[in-house]
């Protein structure tokens, strides 16, 4: 065998360590052996990757006669060149690069690394009904862009202790209305609450449906309440759908609720050639939920996979008017950007069903690319002050029908 097939056979040993360590992590799963599985997922998971790459450039090196070392190099360089994009990008760059499509692989990327509050152990906690809710106490989240101080109260909601005792206004939501990104004075619960001086109550929990918010519904004192503000996002569809169908919310466990920490844990951790990696894999199996030029497509495909989603969330909200009978406001918030044809299909529905006393703020013609974070899907701070304003100005049109 020739120093040339034996380098190959070095690439190509690389290139299939690196295939089965990101493709088939099944491999490294030992049964009845969750030490050593651990192990193999934690240790050799990662850091093989990192070998995977330094070999790689080692044969490629020898196989074309140059110093192996160069293209070592090489990687090191994309590598920090992802490091830079993303922890410091968005402060420094200008906006004609972070408005490109180059622009968007990063952003990619840096979903691929996103952490999940509701897999934090330091901010979340599992329940045996809703899967998972806010842990109680002060704690921290952050990603690339931001990172904020959570107080939580008591029923596992990001507001004061005082805000659940008699609100005059409940906001219902995901991580939008939770404040994704933003500090907590900033959300636009908070906003509309500082500026309309009633007492709100934000109970937007992050990956909610409208099932589940219904529960936290369940949860709060309605005898003061004036205004309950609904935001809808279209990854609510097939939790509603499944609540429809089943009259349940589904079989997660301790055990899954573990998993999910575990595997949260391994997203904040870095090693060598991490980025390199994600963004391959983003050039090799493209996520469209995960690119900010196809959304409105992506939209689409999740409303027709579940036709009955006006029904469904209208079902819903029958449940809770047996709690509370008074003004809903319903809006819609997507992620990268808002479509603005959305509210004006459940806005339809109720109006041809004859379904009263639901208002509707169509955000689509109000929000721009200004109003997002640049890696992140969520509202930044400007976003939730438009939200903010947008209910305040139905809110006062509400007021004046009533």
């Keep these: 065998m020739t120093k040339t097939q034996k380098n190959l056979i070095g690439i190509l040993f690389s290139v299939l360590l690196f295939a089965i360590l990101v493709f088939r992590t099944d491999l ?3 049964q009845n052996r969750p030490g050593i599985s651990d192990f193999l997922a934690n240790y050799v998971g990662t850091w093989g990757i990192s070998v995977a790459f330094m070999l790689f450039a080692y044969f490629l090196g020898k196989t074309l006669n140059l110093k192996w070392w160069i293209f070592i190099l090489v990687l090191l360089i994309i590598e920090i060149t992802y490091i830079f994009v993303l922890n410091y990008g968005p402060k420094t760059l200008p906006e004609s690069v972070k408005l490109t499509k180059t622009f968007t692989h990063f952003k990619k990327v840096a979903l691929a690394n996103r952490p999940l509050i509701q897999f934090d152990s330091s901010c979340a906690r599992f ?22 101080t959570y107080n939580v109260n ?29 500090d907590q004075d900033k959300t636009f619960a908070s906003v509309f609450e500082q500026k309309s001086g009633f007492k709100c109550l934000n109970t937007g929990i992050s990956s ?14 309605v005898d003061s309440l004036k205004l309950m503000v609904i935001q809808y996002h279209d990854t609510d569809l097939e939790e509603n759908s499944f609540w429809i169908k089943n009259k349940r919310l589904g079989s997660k466990t301790q055990a899954d609720f573990d998993f999910q920490v575990k595997n949260n844990e391994k997203i904040k951790k870095y090693y060598l050639f991490k980025y390199l990696k994600d963004g391959i894999i983003t050039l090799l199996t493209p996520n469209p939920r995960q690119d900010p030029n196809k959304s409105e497509k992506v939209l689409v495909g999740e409303y027709e996979k579940y036709p009955e989603f006006l029904e469904d ?7 809770m008017r047996e709690k509370y009978q008074g003004p809903i406001i319903f809006t819609f918030t997507g992620s990268f950007y808002t479509e603005t044809a959305i509210v004006d299909e459940f806005k339809a529905y109720a109006e041809k069903n004859k379904i009263d006393n639901i208002y509707f703020v169509n955000l689509g013609p109000k929000l721009n690319t200004d109003h997002y974070f640049y890696l992140d899907d969520h509202l ?8 903010a304003d947008e209910l305040l100005k139905s809110w006062n049109e509400v007021k004046n029908q009533n």
């Excluded at 507001?159 to 990104?181: C, K, R």
């Design 208 to 221: 909610y449906g409208t099932a589940r918010e219904s529960f936290n519904l369940g949860k709060t004192d």
């Design 127 to 148: 329940d045996s009904v809703l899967f998972y809710t806010l842990k109680p106490g002060k704690s921290s989240f952050g990603s690339f862009e931001f990172n904020n």
């Design 154 to 182: 008591s029923k596992g909601f990001r507001d004061t202790e005082e805000d659940l005792h008699h609100p005059e206004v409940i906001f219902l939501g995901d991580s939008f209305t939770m404040g994704w990104g933003i």
């Design 380 to 387: 930044n701070q400007k976003g939730h002050q438009v939200v």
């Design 313 to 319: 969330f209208y079902k819903i909200c029958s449940q």
């Design 28 to 30: 490294l799963n030992v």
